[in-house]
């Protein structure tokens, strides 16, 4: 093939960029978006077939931005620019989601920071746990992953979720993690951990407004739930007693 010659499905691949131009990524399959980004580094080739292998491999959208760079390159058709392109992507609409949360009140517009939660906790592997800072106005000031693993008062230290809290110079903070399996429900160790890291965040005069645990299609909040306000509650009762 020359380079005067069209590749196979050069008009699909234009049809493609045109209607993203057109309407943006309305009514396109997951397929079809991995397609048009391997297009960007793959100049003269049909992508479809590629990304739809992708797309098989790693079950979900979501599991192809995560995926590493080693193991996207085992899928055939992927080569190295192809998944530093995926990579890129992924690592910009981070940026983007985080920079957007930053300064806003999650307290009074929690969209934003459900957004920002479910893209990048959602289709991660293990469990991740995150804490948002926040000053006293409740603005985020920042975003932090203290630990990676199965989540439990053992693996989560109360200590250095205090000193990322006081580097931050925060005045309360935010909790989030997933669960891989997909079900938000928390476990015992959560409830437990959550009960955990609010007692010592009381200790320095720091609140916990919040625990999020993101699964694959909704969450689960412990303050929605009622338990902050138990937490709390059982803190007050405890420093009163005698």
């Given at each position: 093939?020359?380079?005067?010659v069209a590749h196979?499905?050069?008009?699909?691949?234009?049809?493609?960029?045109?209607?993203?131009?057109?309407?943006?990524?309305?009514?396109?399959?997951?397929?079809?978006?991995?397609?048009?980004?391997?297009?960007?580094?793959?100049?003269?080739?049909d992508c479809k077939?590629?990304?739809?292998?992708?797309?098989?491999?790693?079950?979900?959208?979501?599991?192809?931005?995560?995926?590493?760079?080693?193991?996207?390159?085992?899928?055939?058709?992927?080569?190295?620019?192809?998944?530093?392109?995926?990579?890129?992507?992924?690592?910009?609409?981070?940026?983007?989601?985080?920079?957007?949360?930053?300064?806003?009140?999650?307290?009074?517009?929690?969209?934003?920071?459900?957004?920002?939660?479910?893209?990048?906790?959602?289709?991660?592997?293990?469990?991740?746990?995150?804490?948002?800072?926040?000053?006293?106005?409740?603005?985020?000031?920042?975003?932090?992953?203290?630990?990676?693993?199965?989540?439990?008062?053992?693996?989560?230290?109360?200590?250095?979720?205090?000193?990322?809290?006081?580097?931050?110079?925060?005045?309360?903070?935010?909790?989030?993690?997933?669960?891989?399996?997909?079900?938000?429900?928390?476990?015992?160790?959560?409830?437990?951990?959550?009960?955990?890291?609010?007692?010592?965040?009381?200790?320095?005069?720091?609140?916990?407004?919040?625990?999020?645990?993101?699964?694959?299609?909704?969450?689960?909040?412990?303050?929605?739930?009622?338990?902050?306000?138990?937490?709390?509650?059982?803190?007050?009762?405890?420093?009163?007693?005698?």
């Amino acid at each position: 093939m020359t380079d005067n010659v069209a590749h196979k499905g050069a008009g699909h691949r234009q049809r493609l960029r045109d209607r993203f131009l057109r309407s943006g990524m309305d009514g396109f399959h997951d397929y079809e978006v991995i397609e048009l980004l391997l297009t960007l580094g793959t100049p003269r080739k049909d992508c479809k077939d590629t990304a739809k292998r992708a797309l098989s491999h790693f079950k979900t959208l979501q599991g192809v931005f995560e995926a590493p760079i080693d193991e996207l390159m085992q899928v055939r058709g992927i080569g190295p620019k192809n998944a530093l392109g995926i990579k890129l992507i992924k690592a910009a609409a981070d940026r983007y989601l985080q920079t957007n949360l930053i300064q806003q009140d999650p307290i009074s517009d929690s969209r934003a920071l459900f957004d920002f939660l479910k893209y990048t906790l959602r289709d991660k592997q293990r469990e991740v746990f995150q804490t948002v800072f926040l000053n006293a106005k409740n603005r985020v000031l920042a975003t932090e992953t203290l630990a990676e693993g199965s989540l439990t008062t053992s693996s989560v230290y109360p200590r250095e979720v205090i000193q990322a809290a006081m580097r931050h110079h925060a005045a309360a903070l935010i909790f989030a993690h997933n669960h891989p399996s997909g079900d938000p429900s928390p476990s015992a160790e959560d409830i437990a951990l959550t009960r955990h890291l609010v007692w010592a965040s009381r200790m320095v005069d720091i609140s916990v407004h919040e625990h999020i645990i993101i699964g694959a299609d909704g969450y689960f909040s412990f303050a929605d739930h009622g338990y902050m306000a138990r937490f709390n509650q059982d803190f007050d009762r405890i420093l009163k007693q005698p």
